[in-house]
Each structure stands twice: as C-alpha cells, then as structure tokens.
C-alpha cells in the first residue's frame, strides 16, 4: 500500500490473494466501491454469509462425469466432510482477513500462517473431504 518492501507487505499480498481465490472476485472489481474493499466484503461476511461470498467452484465436485455446482445445496449438505469443508473455508478467510490488515502491526506473522495451513490441511486428510480431487502435498 505504497510503503517499502517488507515481509509484512508479502503477508498482505498472501491474504488478498486468499481471499481471491477463495471468494472468486479481484480487488478491483467493479462492486468494490468507497470504503468497501475485498479485505471488507469478506470481514462482514465470514459467519453468516460465507456460503454466499464463496466461489461456486469451489462447491464443484465431479461423479461420474457429472457437476454440481449448486453451492447452496453443498453448503446445507450435512455430511461431515461437507461440514469441515465449510470449517476449511471459514479459517482459509479468516487467515486472508488477518493477513490483509491495513495496519502492518495487526497482521499474522507468516510463521502463524505456515502453522494454521498445516492444521487445515490435516483436518482436511483426516475426515477424508479431499477425496475425488488431485491433491498436491505441501512441502516445508
């Protein structure tokens, strides 16, 4: 935001990517007008509203050649696996909000943000919510 190259300007740039992967829209997209920002859209939405902020990709799940994209209808499925997909999604926003701060002082140090990723991913193995999609294994 116009300051000097920092490891803290890397952890803002890590959250707004998050948070543009995870909710499908770019900072300069055309609804973030005034005082609303990407940063913002997904502050106000994180509880209540996730399921309506979030990609519809993310919702997409192949069976036999056939998607299904309809986001509502996986975010009310009461599986366990869809439910600690929606937990992974809560804490991959909440680790983009906290990574994208305006202030330097109140974001995640990117040795927190290495951590919580881990703790993710390992839930994500073990209730088995990956299956059906090509997994990548991260290294560190």
């Known amino acids: ?5 920092s490891p803290s300007g890397d952890v803002y740039s ?3 990517l998050l948070l543009e992967m995870f909710t499908g829209k770019r900072p ?4 973030f007008l005034d005082s609303l920002t990407l940063h913002n859209f997904a502050k106000m939405a994180l509880h209540e509203q996730v399921a309506n902020i979030a990609d519809p990709t993310l919702f997409q799940q192949s069976e036999m050649g056939e998607a299904s994209s309809s986001i509502k209808t996986a975010w009310n499925h009461s599986s366990s696996s869809t439910h600690k997909i929606q937990e992974c999604l809560v804490s991959m926003l909440k680790i983009g909000i906290v990574c994208s701060h305006d202030l330097s002082a109140d974001r995640m140090d ?4 290495v951590t919580q990723l881990h703790a993710i991913r390992n839930t994500m193995l073990q209730t088995g919510a990956h299956r059906g999609r090509s997994s990548t294994r991260i290294v560190g």
């Open 1 to 5: 935001m116009g300051n000097e190259v």
């Open 14 to 16: 890590y959250g707004i």
């Open 28 to 31: 300069t997209d055309s609804m």
């Open 110 to 113: 990117i040795k927190d943000v």
